[in-house]
């Protein structure tokens, strides 16, 4: 019959002096080096809404006018041109929110809060441009001229307006949300270190 061995000194594990790691870099300096790509994509952004406002102007229904030689009435009173001048607004802003969002996440997938900030800024701007630009392509604003050039009993375009303002948010909104859904999903994960037998965890 042996003796129990009793543990050696030699025998314990020797613990691992931790490395010496590089201090995480603070929000600041984050969003300073996040600037240029920040930059570019409001850039981006901005300039896309030359593409949508000519896009608007060109597929946004036309409200038909008439003169009595004393007034300009509504051709037809109960058309909803108006309103599908908004929907289509709407419909673009959409369209090119999920694109802009989409090609942002393809071409900068750590994202980071400057280039999420850039998108949202650059997607209101496009909006605006947008709105301007396509009232600046539609029929003229100066009704009355307009009626008179064309004279009494002919039908001419109203003028283009965004009747509900709210329509210019669905180009920024509907890019942070799609930004948003596709970083959840297909966005790079945190790696998780699994401490191991004698690292001392």
């Given amino acids: 019959m042996t003796a129990p061995l009793t543990p050696s000194p030699h025998d314990r594990p020797v613990p691992v002096p931790p490395q010496d790691l590089p201090p995480a870099?603070?929000?600041?300096?984050?969003?300073?080096?996040?600037?240029?790509?920040a930059a570019v994509v409001a850039a981006v952004a901005t300039v896309s809404g030359v593409l949508m406002g000519f896009l608007?102007?060109?597929?946004?229904p036309r409200i038909p006018l008439i003169?009595?030689?004393?007034?300009?009435?509504l051709r037809n009173s109960e058309g909803e041109q108006a309103i599908g001048a908004d929907g289509t607004f709407a419909l673009l802003g959409l369209a090119f929110g999920v694109v802009a969002a989409a090609l942002v996440f393809l071409l900068r997938r750590a994202g980071g809060v400057g280039v999420v900030t850039g998108l949202a800024v650059g997607?209101?701007?496009?909006?605006?441009?947008?709105?301007?630009l396509g009232m600046w392509l539609g029929p003229t604003s100066d009704v009355v001229a307009?009626?008179?050039?064309?004279?009494?009993?002919v039908v001419f375009d109203a003028p283009l307006r965004l009747?509900?303002?709210?329509m210019l948010l669905a180009f920024p909104m509907a890019a942070m949300a799609v930004h948003l859904g596709v970083t959840a999903?297909?966005?790079?994960?945190?790696?998780?270190v699994v401490a191991g037998p004698g690292s001392g965890v």
């Fill in 25 to 37: 870099p603070t929000l600041s300096q984050a969003l300073r080096a996040e600037l240029p790509a």
């Fill in 56 to 60: 608007w102007a060109w597929l946004a």
């Fill in 67 to 73: 003169s009595d030689g004393k007034a300009v009435f």
């Fill in 123 to 132: 997607a209101l701007l496009g909006s605006l441009v947008a709105w301007r």
């Fill in 146 to 153: 307009h009626a008179r050039a064309v004279g009494k009993g």
């Fill in 163 to 166: 009747g509900a303002k709210g």
């Fill in 185 to 192: 999903l297909f966005g790079p994960r945190d790696e998780v």
